[in-house]
């Protein structure tokens, strides 16, 4: 098997303030071990975002999206997890290299997470104004008073109607979408750089789903800062995302500017996803579909991870584990920002 | 920031009792690996190497690793040899007394499995013979009286959780009522009643104010699988009650239940000792360690082996039944851990 | 709106006209339905869940109302899609109809017989007749029960279906059916992953030959690449065994994907309810147009040329509804009239007697023709 860790990503980034990326995450690798064996759930992942730029991470269940995250807010539980290789920079700082006591710091007041269940994420038997007041009163010592006047100023600042009247209610008594307001206002609380949302509409209905994105990114615009969008919804993603990301099996096997992806997808599976999906606008016959199941994170198929559910898979699939290429157009004219962990992803982008 | 949502890495859908729903959409490490433990099969239609695990099975493997389960369980069967077979451990007989020559004689402990091992008490019988054929009285009091309380305590309880309602109400301030009365103090006074206390009557007192844990574990476990899906699925295809209740609900209650059980277990052994300690159990020519501890309290300055064998011997067997389920609780379900 | 009263005149009559011998009823249960005609047919479904408070002595102190009034057409061989956000009643009324819950009033009529009056053996040839699939494939099989067991638990309660002897081999056959391994047979619940549950799920379903199956959310809880799979499936056996389905969603896409017809459910009723061009490309109630412009469509372009309708504020409390029509409170065209009156699911007045696809049922009193879904 050769070896092929990807380099950082070289592709032009909107910079960070200081010249680099905000944040830059390098042939990170995350296992688990578990009793039936290890468990390699990221395996060697590049990416990085500027401030204002928002990254969709996109992947199904087991493809390790959500665990790059949580490594990257530290909140892993380890073990049973280890990160045996790799770097998260922030600012040009590997976050995996700091004390427990540098990262908190920044945790929360650089770098905040939303997450997918408001309702298990807020403390039931605390008021949702104490909640948020807390952010203010442990990180910049206010006074009780003035973090509930600030408490209200976020609600205010998410939407959310009547919030001098509402801020002494609990979490349940609010609706999904409001409680899902409350978890951005408390990420926000402290004007961080860096968002990272963890499905953050994905239990929340349509129209309710659109009123939060809308929000996130608009606020998103106003504090200029960065967004890392994890979602298995391809449908969220082309709303909002600048560039995509697409996991599969620990590894990022295509990046594209959002436009891009859509139109011309480099890698089968991401074409096999696109065509699996029914459409709204369109009534097709049959779907597409992938076949076959995700891969054993504790057995991952030798050579492309994919190769197993691939129509295209040849033998060199099976062998050798593509490396992330760069792609480019039929005459060779480079596509920035677009790579591909396929062996033929020529063929797959040209047709 | 809430630090929650770490990923749960034991499979859970593997040994688990009831699986982690995170829905399919959840992208944790759990998910990944659950997928991940029964794709070691491989995709649809393709034949496969792996065996059918039963939860069961996979308990019991979850068991095999564990040095609790291993140390008690070890020490359990020692001590149901000892009250199945007492004399495979000694011929000495434990009523035999010999006060002229053994009268308090102290514990020779070089003489394993001698008659003088653990010395002699104050009527010059054999303490260890003594302790050895105690073993029956506590652990058949134990067994039994667990195996009534969960008969007794689980019907209260699935009726209870299962039918909902009046019934519920009826025997839920029933089961209240009962928790009010201490069991050593229910079983001090049931048992004034008899004149002729056997292992039996002192079985059936702790039966009587032993049974509402188990009822109410009982019914809170009915009544979270009553709402399961599966249960409902059942009732779509039409099912009686009959086949609801045995079949779906009985076998997805019994893991918390046989927990609960086990450790109380060992609390009905000592009660048991309490209460002949007390001289309202069982009574001399019976051998349990509750009657010896009662009979050598007096005698504790001049020959503490005595008393002290059997009260060991008492708290070990405690000891190993609440490890033991310990370690099943585990096994069963581990989320816990 | 006259067209459904006739409807209801002709039902009433085959009802009367029936005998109502437990046998004769069966005898009218497995007889077969024309493709095309109603198989089920639901007509002012109501369930209200009681809310109650004290301990001993309960007292009504209000209700849910989750379903208020619902009626619908099932056509046999057809795929009717329900569609709604959560709390809007639509898996209610998938309980109701599998007789899981009791109806407050309403009647649901399968091949004439009004099967929330039914019990015992009458009860039990409806069961084997509409059968579910259930939303999560973690929770709705019994995980200490092997899949041969599940699949096989139709014959057991239903022994007329297939001879002791025959079991195992039906089992088999079904796993096939639905592409599993049937060597699988022996393997417990929790050795499968989502994706191939739901199948065993499905098998289950199967397994009494039955006329409709009323699918809950079937593939919300699979991931994306398995979902199609699923749906794939459930299209495959609908055309293999003549099934009539009732397919309860939210996601709108995949409805359109599956269903003939489909309705549009809010806070316990009927919005809208027509073909799936009719609802998709014609949509005429308020609500309909804003679920569709607030998917989200995975192609970047298309989306930049959508009108979306964002709606303000949350779905009201099913326990108080808003009098008149229900979806006023978020609703931009909202009037006087929309507070007084209850709307009625009828063809609107402005469309009455014309052939345009906007001519279909509606409960709006302000209903107009909107495009919101660009078309491809």
Not at chain 2, 193 to 202: G, H, K, P
Not at chain 3, 174 to 201: A, T
Request: net charge neutral.
């Amino acid at each position: 098997m050769t070896t092929t860790t990807a380099k950082p990503a070289n592709v032009p980034e909107q910079k960070g303030p200081d010249g680099g990326p905000l944040l830059e995450v390098r042939d990170l690798h995350v296992e688990f071990h578990t009793r039936d064996g290890v468990a390699k759930a990221v395996n060697g992942v590049n990416y990085s975002v500027g401030a204002g730029e928002t990254l969709a991470v996109l992947g199904e269940s087991g493809s390790g999206k959500s665990v790059t995250a949580q490594a990257i807010m530290g909140i892993l539980d380890m073990p049973p997890a280890r990160i045996p290789k790799g770097e998260i920079l922030f600012r040009g700082q590997d976050m995996l290299k700091m004390s427990g006591e540098e990262r908190r710091k920044i945790r929360g007041a650089k770098i905040a997470m939303i997450f997918q269940d408001a309702l298990s994420s807020l403390n039931p038997v605390l008021s949702v104004g104490y909640q948020l007041g807390e952010m203010f009163r442990i990180h910049q010592g206010l006074s009780k008073k003035d973090a509930k006047a600030k408490a209200i100023e976020l609600m205010d600042r998410v939407r959310i109607p009547a919030a001098r009247e509402r801020v002494g209610d609990y979490p349940h008594q609010f609706s999904g979408g409001m409680r899902q307001r409350i978890m951005i206002a408390m990420a926000l609380a402290l004007e961080p750089d860096l968002i990272i949302a963890d499905e953050p509409t994905t239990a929340l209905d349509v129209t309710v789903q659109a009123q939060v994105m809308d929000l996130l990114a608009e606020l998103q615009r106003e504090f200029n800062m960065g967004l890392i969008l994890i979602t298995h919804d391809l449908g969220v993603v082309a709303d909002v995302a600048d560039k995509i990301a697409v996991m599969y099996a620990g590894r990022i096997v295509e990046t594209a500017p959002v436009h891009e992806l859509y139109k011309r997808p480099a890698h089968p599976y991401t074409r096999g996803l696109l065509d699996s999906i029914p459409r709204l606008d369109q009534k097709g016959q049959e779907l597409y579909a992938i076949k076959g199941l995700p891969p054993n994170l504790l057995n991952i198929p030798a050579g492309c991870a994919f190769s197993p559910r691939c129509p295209k898979a040849q033998d060199i699939c099976r062998t050798e584990i593509p490396a992330l290429h760069d792609v480019a157009e039929r005459d060779g004219a480079a596509m920035p920002g677009r790579r591909s962990a396929c062996h033929f992803w020529k063929e797959t982008i040209h047709g | 920031m809430p630090d929650n949502k770490s990923p749960q890495v034991t499979p859970s859908s593997v040994a688990g009792a009831g699986p982690a729903v995170t829905g399919g959409l959840a992208d944790t490490a759990a998910a990944g690996v659950a997928v991940a433990a029964e794709l070691a099969a491989g995709t649809d239609k393709q034949t496969s190497t792996e065996k059918a695990r039963s939860l069961g099975q996979d308990a019991w493997r979850e068991l095999r690793r564990s040095w609790l389960f291993w140390a008690s369980g070890i020490l359990l069967v020692l001590l149901i040899l000892m009250a199945a077979w007492p004399t495979l451990f000694t011929d000495v007989d434990p009523r035999q007394a010999d006060l002229r020559n053994h009268y308090l004689t102290g514990p020779q402990w070089s003489h394993f499995f001698q008659a003088d091992w653990f010395g002699y008490n104050v009527q010059g019988q054999s303490v260890y013979a003594r302790t050895v054929h105690g073993a029956r009285a506590s652990i058949i009091v134990g067994v039994c009286v667990t195996l009534a309380v969960t008969l007794v305590g689980g019907i209260v309880g699935m009726l209870a959780g299962y039918f909902g309602g009046w019934l519920d109400t009826v025997l839920s301030r029933l089961t209240d009522v009962f928790f009010g009365i201490p069991l050593l103090l229910g079983g001090l006074v049931l048992l004034q009643a008899f004149t002729n206390r056997t292992i039996w009557t002192v079985t059936f007192a702790l039966t009587a104010f032993g049974w509402m844990q188990i009822a109410r574990v009982m019914r809170g476990a009915v009544i979270t699988q009553k709402e399961a899906d599966f249960v409902t699925a059942a009732r779509a295809l039409g099912a009686g009650t009959g086949r609801i209740l045995f079949r779906h609900i009985l076998p997805n209650v019994l893991g918390p239940v046989i927990v609960v059980a086990t450790i109380a277990l060992g609390g009905y052994i000592a009660t048991e000792a309490t209460l002949s300690y007390l001289g309202i159990g069982l009574k001399d020519p019976t051998v349990s360690w509750g009657v010896d501890i009662s009979a050598s309290q007096k005698d504790l300055r001049d020959g503490p082996h005595a008393l002290l064998m059997p009260a060991g011997f008492l708290s070990l067997t405690v000891l190993a039944f609440i490890l033991l389920g310990d370690a099943v609780r585990d096994a069963l379900d581990p989320k816990l851990r | 709106m006259a067209e459904t009263g006739k409807q209801d005149e002709a039902l009433s009559d085959v009802v009367a006209s029936d005998a109502s011998t437990t046998a004769e009823v069966e005898a009218v249960l497995d007889a077969p339905v024309e493709r095309g005609e109603p198989i089920l047919q639901v007509r002012n479904l109501v369930k209200h869940f009681p809310l109650t408070q004290g301990i001993l002595f309960k007292k009504q102190v209000g209700a849910v109302k989750a379903v208020d009034g619902v009626s619908f057409d099932l056509y046999q061989g057809e795929t009717l899609g329900i569609v709604g956000e959560s709390g809007c009643g639509k898996s209610t009324v998938a309980k109701l109809l599998m007789t899981l819950e009791t109806a407050t009033s309403g009647e649901v009529f399968y091949k004439g017989q009004d099967i929330t009056k039914l019990s015992g053996r009458a009860l039990k040839a409806v069961r084997r007749n509409i059968q579910m699939v259930f939303q999560d494939p973690y929770t709705s099989l019994n995980p200490r029960m092997t899949v041969g067991d599940i699949i096989g638990e139709p014959f057991e309660i239903h022994p007329e279906v297939a001879p002791k002897g025959d079991r195992r081999k039906r089992v088999q056959e079904l796993l096939d059916v639905v592409g599993l391994n049937p060597e699988y047979i022996n393997r417990y619940p929790h050795q499968f992953s989502g994706g191939q549950r739901q199948r065993i799920g499905i098998a289950r379903g199967l397994a009494l030959n039955p006329e409709i199956i009323i699918c809950d959310e079937p593939v919300s809880a699979l991931d994306v690449s398995v979902q199609a799979q699923v749906v794939n499936l459930m299209e495959k056996l609908q055309d293999e065994f003549n099934l009539s389905y009732l397919f309860i969603a939210h996601d709108l896409s995949i409805v359109r994907h599956i269903s003939d017809r489909v309705g549009v459910m809010y806070l316990g009723k009927m919005a809208e309810i027509g073909t799936d061009v009719e609802i998709y490309d014609h949509p005429t109630h308020p609500y309909t147009q804003a679920l569709l412009s607030a998917v989200p469509v995975p192609d970047p372009d298309a989306r930049e040329g959508r009108e979306r309708i964002i709606l303000t504020g949350d779905v009201p409390s099913p326990a108080n509804p808003p009098s008149g029509c229900r979806f006023r409170t978020r609703c931009w065209k909202a009037q006087d009239k929309c507070a007084e009156e209850i709307p009625l699911l009828a063809v609107p007045e402005v469309f009455a007697g014309r052939k345009t696809p906007a001519a279909h049922e509606s409960a709006c009193h302000f209903a107009e023709e909107k495009q919101v879904v660009g078309a491809a």
